[in-house]
């Protein structure tokens, strides 16, 4: 999960978001109520299997860059909002496969179309 938002701002065409909230030390529930509904779910999901592999070898490294990559995809959602966010992948997935991507698109399949 490493650097995922950072790939896909790097993808998308268009403006770039502004400042928005820092998310610098922002807790994972407040991750969570940053991002939009499909993301939420996976985060939540994701999360739940870091922390139960860390409660197993007492290792929090995965953990934390979970949560600091996550961080990033909150950034990026406060600061474009959810319909520019979900654009911004749509561009992202344009611009990768060459095709319209309809502004309707599920956001799953959107993320289907560039490996995420």
């Not at 400042?19 to 109520?33: I, L, N, Q, Y």
């Not at 409660?55 to 995809?73: C, G, I, N, Q």
């Not at 319909?83 to 991507?101: N, P, Q, S, V």
């Amino acid at each position: 999960m490493a650097g995922y938002g950072v790939r896909v701002a790097a993808a998308a065409s268009g403006p770039r978001p502004g400042p928005g909230p820092a998310f610098r030390d922002a807790s994972p529930a407040e991750v969570r109520a940053a991002l939009v509904p499909e993301e939420a779910a996976e985060f939540e999901r994701e999360w739940r299997t870091v922390l139960a592999k860390a409660a197993d070898t007492l290792d929090l490294a995965e953990v934390l860059e979970t949560l600091e990559s996550w961080r990033r995809v909150a950034r990026l959602t406060a600061a474009a909002g959810a319909a520019g966010h979900r654009a911004m992948y749509r561009r992202a997935a344009a611009r990768l496969t060459g095709e319209d991507i309809p502004a309707d698109e599920p956001l799953p399949r959107t993320k289907a179309r560039l490996g995420l």
